[in-house]
Every structure is written in structure tokens, then in C-alpha cells.
């Protein structure tokens, strides 16, 4: 038996990590820590905004490898410089790969009535196929469908109809002001 439901993002951390699920009227996360399993269920009628950012923290992280191996490197190479070569070649193939990935994600999903901060994705360029997704779902539920790419080229001009009266264009004088326009005195 086929399940209802698709995995389309995880997202991995050293406790655990969060996998998304997306099924016909739902988007469910389920995040493990440790031993225990969290499940969370986002009703896709009910979805208003799903947003991912570039966290800051990413940067850090090249900087704390490429000086972690470059302090291993120098300690090595006092004994041997062929090993201090290759851990100071080691953090910069780490730090390159790191840079190559791209910035770290965040992701913020806004339902009516609740606001959530879970890991939607691992890395920022996987955000765009993700929500795709995760929009074409949306619009199945609710029944949009999608805008014509071409203009109507077959759009008439709006006629009066006989029954209504053409509009007559109220005049404004310069000393009269509309009431909604006035400004508030205090009576002085």
C-alpha cells in the first residue's frame, strides 16, 4: 500500500533533524530529538507564508574550521611539516566545500492563528524547489489555478448600460473641503 504522504525536504542536526512530508491537504513535519519524534501538521488551506533566509551563521563556521585547522596545522608543523600541510590543506578544502554550499536557511511558516520557526531546508538554493512544492500543493487545495501567460488580446471596453445613467464628475470648490478631509481642531 502506496502512503499518502511524500517526503520532500530533511534537514539533519547532531541530535536528531526534521523531516517534511507533504501529503494532499497537509504539510507535516516531524522532528526527532534523540529518541523522541515531534510531529507538526500544517493544514495547506490554512497556510498564509512560508519564508527562508540566509542565517548569518554560516560565515562563522568557515571561520572557526579554516582557524581550527590553520592552529592544528602550525601545531603540527613544529614536528613535521608534511603533516601540518595537510591539515592546513584539510580546513581549506573544508572551508572551500562550505562556501561552494552556500549560506545555512531559516524558515518561519505562518498559519492562521500560529507562527512557527522550523528547518524547512539545510541550504538556501534548495529553498526555491522546495516551496515550488510546496505552492503547487497549496494551489490544489484551494483551487487556483494558473494565470493565462499571454494577455487577453478579446477585452472590450466597459459600455453604460441603458438602465444605468452615466456617472456625473462631482466638483470640488477651493474653499470647501469633504468632511472625511477635515482636519481634527480642538474647538479653538
Do not use: H
Not at 516531524?30 to 529518541?35: I, S
Not at 495547506?44 to 507564508?49: A, C, G, Q, T, W
Not at 614536528?79 to 573544508?94: D, M, R
Amino acid at each position: 500500500m502506496k502512503s499518502a504522504f511524500r517526503k520532500i525536504s530533511r534537514v539533519g542536526s547532531l541530535t536528531g533533524g526534521t523531516k517534511w512530508y507533504l501529503s494532499e491537504d497537509c504539510l507535516l513535519a516531524a522532528k526527532r530529538v534523540m529518541y523522541a519524534v515531534e510531529y507538526r501538521r500544517f493544514y495547506l488551506r490554512d497556510v498564509e507564508s512560508i519564508v527562508v533566509w540566509p542565517t548569518r551563521a554560516w560565515l562563522w563556521r568557515v571561520a572557526v574550521e579554516v582557524v581550527l585547522f590553520a592552529g592544528i596545522s602550525l601545531l603540527f608543523w613544529q614536528w613535521s611539516s608534511t603533516t601540518g600541510a595537510i591539515f592546513l590543506g584539510i580546513g581549506l578544502a573544508l572551508a572551500a566545500w562550505e562556501l561552494a554550499l552556500g549560506p545555512t536557511a531559516g524558515a518561519r511558516i505562518c498559519t492562521t492563528g500560529s507562527s512557527v520557526d522550523l528547518p524547512l531546508v539545510a541550504r538556501t538554493r534548495r529553498a526555491r524547489k522546495v516551496l515550488a512544492t510546496i505552492d503547487a500543493g497549496i494551489r490544489s487545495v484551494r483551487g487556483v489555478t494558473e494565470q493565462p501567460a499571454a494577455p487577453i488580446s478579446n477585452i472590450e471596453p466597459a459600455q453604460l448600460s441603458p438602465q444605468m445613467p452615466a456617472q456625473t464628475n462631482f466638483e470640488v470648490t477651493p474653499g470647501s473641503v469633504p468632511v472625511a478631509d477635515a482636519p481634527q481642531t480642538n474647538g479653538s
